[in-house]
């Protein structure tokens, strides 16, 4: 075998410097447009199905209460008042899964809101997880590849799974997770949600605030085994979606409640982690979790195609009051997720009962396009500035500025040698030893199916992390670190 190696191009030739960093102002963000590379990556992995989703979703209907007052924080109006209730609609999902594969899949679970608020659609798209994988954007769809099926078996391919992960030294916190306990929640209503990401909030006299979601189940967590999953998936492969559909049906409607962590702006330029990088998460001890309300899902779809599989989520679409931040993993989501909608969907997704705004008035230049089902702006102006009355912008809906600086180049973050600090203290402080027991043996009954070189890469990964975690891996697998 040949040892020179291909060089990487984009679609038409031109020649890739960089497959890991997308290109940013500074080592933080936020990500530029320029990126003719992670764009070209981007929408192309957007239409590599057609026309099943990547990750296929359930749903239900219900509604958020505010429960305390947090206007010190932001300005969004479904947010203003204790006992203000907004209608919203979940959508839970798995990533590696196809249409009809097993719910009791080890794999995490997107957990998707939208409210329906009066001043348009807000919607927070996270997953149970308080941390993802990678951190940067650029890696998304390969990252996506090596969880679906090999290109030539069709089959899926531990080797493709840890070659990957092996590599990629920043997903070891959510590895850790993933296949903990918590890879494999017992039913939708049994796990908790996140946002993930960091957003920023801002409130009336235009303060700024970095924010963190978490979505408390008030069910309590509760999750199988890997054996326990196991037989369920050849029991009831549609255990989860059942669970949450009888408890809806039953009037056991299931509830979460909404914590926030807050931090101040300039905290973020100190703080021990990078605040913008998805791969970590804020201790409760640097910054306490508080209370903002309830969410209560307490209506089944009537017709899943109408309202599941047409729901279109995006972290996009914002309100007054809440905005993003420069994490990059975020910053690559704004463009992926209503790009993907605009393939899969159409260009007129956004007029879909499910998807349409339900509290305001939409209003804006946008005209014509395939599905174009209502009166299309009639005989308005198509284009702006104009002078025949308009939808005008409005200046007191605009974010407060922040900076940002640093070289226009591709970088990683400025924090890159601490991936090993979370997942160890995840592993020694928060485990119960039977957690710690469970998880080696999920790891070990998974990466036993990749090969020995791969096995090795990945224990020694996990030994860095805590050398007891990697040697009960390396004892499991029968190799030496």
Known sequence: ??????????????????????????????????????????AHFNRERIPERVVHAKGAGGYFEVTKDITKYTKAKFLSEIGKKTEVFARFSTVGGEKGSADAERDPRGFAVKFYTEEGNYDL??????????????????????????????????????????????????????????????????????????????????????????????????????????????????????????????????????????????????????????????????????????????????????????VAFSPGNFVPGITASSDKMLQGRLFAYQDAHRYRLGPNYHLLPVNRAKAVTTMNYQRDGNMRFDSNGGSAPNYYLNSFGGPEPDIQTAEPSYEVSGKVARQHYIHPNDDFLQPGNLYRKVMTDQDRTNLVGNIVSHLSNAKKEIQIRQAKIFYKTDTEYGQRIADGLNINI
Do not use: C
């Open 1 to 42: 075998m040949s040892n020179k190696k291909n060089k990487l191009t984009k679609n038409f030739g031109g020649s890739v410097d960089n497959d890991q960093n997308s290109v940013t102002a500074g080592s933080r963000g936020p990500v530029l447009m320029q990126d003719v590379h992670l764009i070209e990556k981007l």
């Open 125 to 310: 798209v996270g997953n149970n997880t308080p941390v993802f994988f990678i951190r940067d954007p650029l890696k998304f769809p390969d990252f996506i590849h090596t969880q679906k099926r090999n290109p030539e078996t069709n089959l899926k391919d531990a080797n493709m799974f840890w070659d990957f992960l092996s590599l990629t030294p920043e997903s070891l916190h959510q590895v850790t997770i993933l296949f903990s306990d918590r890879g494999t929640p017992r039913a939708f209503r049994n796990m908790n949600g996140y946002g993930s990401h960091t957003f920023k909030w801002y409130n009336q006299d235009n303060e700024s605030f970095w924010i963190k979601y978490h979505f408390k189940t008030d069910q309590g967590i509760d999750n199988f085994t890997r054996q326990e999953a196991d037989q369920i998936k050849a029991v009831d492969p549609d255990s989860a979606t059942r669970d949450l559909f009888n408890a809806i049906k039953k009037g056991n409607y299931p509830s979460w409640t909404l914590q926030i962590q807050v931090m101040p702006m300039k905290d973020a330029e100190t703080y021990r982690f990078d605040v913008f990088d998805v791969t970590k998460v804020w201790p409760h001890s640097d910054y306490p979790v508080m209370e903002v309300g309830k969410m209560v899902l307490n209506r089944n779809p009537s017709n899943y195609f109408a309202e599941v599989e047409q």
